[in-house]
């Protein structure tokens, strides 16, 4: 007989939850050493949701689910990001375990609907059937997971370059997408202005692409790990925020440590991503 074993409620639905009138913003952070300990070390925070990244940190599907395993017994929400947007790779993501996903450098809205695709069965999307083998479905234990499985899967979608911006409205409108996530770092470079996030240009962009997420009734979210451009874009209508991360504290921090004890080797330090 197959356990009563339900899935956790995704991010849409924490973001429901809490935003609007009566909520918040959902605040978080980047989990990028690929340690299972700091992820759990980072779930007990107090934060309402972490990023545990495989495009720009040494992730993979084994290191992933152990973290996975390492955070489920806390109350926070986990968004996992690929490192590209492909169909395969999204299936063992899902396969795994994974509920939510954010995609990086979604530009189009033929993008948006490959990764919508690969979030579902068929006939309404094209993700491979292997829920005997697979831990989301707790391998079968999950009543009618197949028929449920959109139910349990949140899609969130980086708009992250010129182009994504430019046709951002058609993106949000796209069926499945969830909400959508802002890296203005990436997204200075693609406007000729790499490194220059906080550029009054950046900031123009990403205004918009809030106010267009706020007209098409969806959550848009933002990095931001300097504390004033978070609290601008706060109150600008970002639903969700990314404010710091786990090997950028342990960098910040320890390079604290060498200034206060041996101060002939203090210097600057570049800008937190």
Not at 4 to 21: K, M, Q, S, V, Y
Not at 36 to 62: F, Q, T, Y
Not at 161 to 183: M, P, Q, R, Y
Request: glycine share 8%; charged share 20%.
């Amino acid at each position: 007989m197959p356990l009563r074993i339900e899935p956790d409620n995704t991010f849409r639905d924490a973001l429901r939850n809490h935003t609007g009138a009566a909520g918040r913003p959902l605040a978080g952070m980047w989990v990028c050493s690929g340690s299972p300990l700091i992820a759990e070390l980072c779930a007990g925070s107090g934060l309402d949701w972490l990023l545990v990244d495989a495009e720009h940190s040494p992730n993979s599907l084994e290191s992933i689910l152990a973290q996975l395993q390492a955070v489920s017994g806390y109350p926070v929400q986990v968004l996992v990001r690929p490192p590209v947007n492909d169909t395969v790779l999204i299936k063992q993501y899902l396969d795994i375990g994974v509920q939510n996903l954010l995609i990086p450098m979604v530009n189009s809205v033929a993008e948006a609907e490959a990764a919508v695709d690969a979030t579902r069965y068929p006939p309404h999307g094209v993700r491979g059937v292997g829920s005997a083998l697979a831990r989301a479905s707790r391998w079968n234990r999950i009543p009618d997971y197949l028929a449920r499985a959109s139910e349990t899967i949140s899609l969130t979608v980086q708009i992250e370059s010129k182009a994504a911006v430019e046709t951002v409205e058609e993106i949000l409108a796209v069926d499945g997408v969830d909400a959508i996530f802002l890296g203005p770092s990436d997204l200075a470079a693609s406007m000729g202005l790499l490194g220059q996030q906080e550029h009054p240009k950046v900031r123009a962009a990403v205004e918009h692409c809030l106010a267009a997420a706020k007209a098409a009734a969806k959550p848009a979210g933002v990095n931001a790990f300097n504390p004033d451009t978070a609290r601008h874009y706060l109150a600008a209508g970002a639903a969700f925020v990314l404010v710091g991360a786990d090997v950028a504290l342990l960098a910040r921090g320890s390079e604290a440590l060498a200034v206060e004890y041996i101060p002939a080797g203090a210097g600057e330090t570049p800008a937190s991503y």
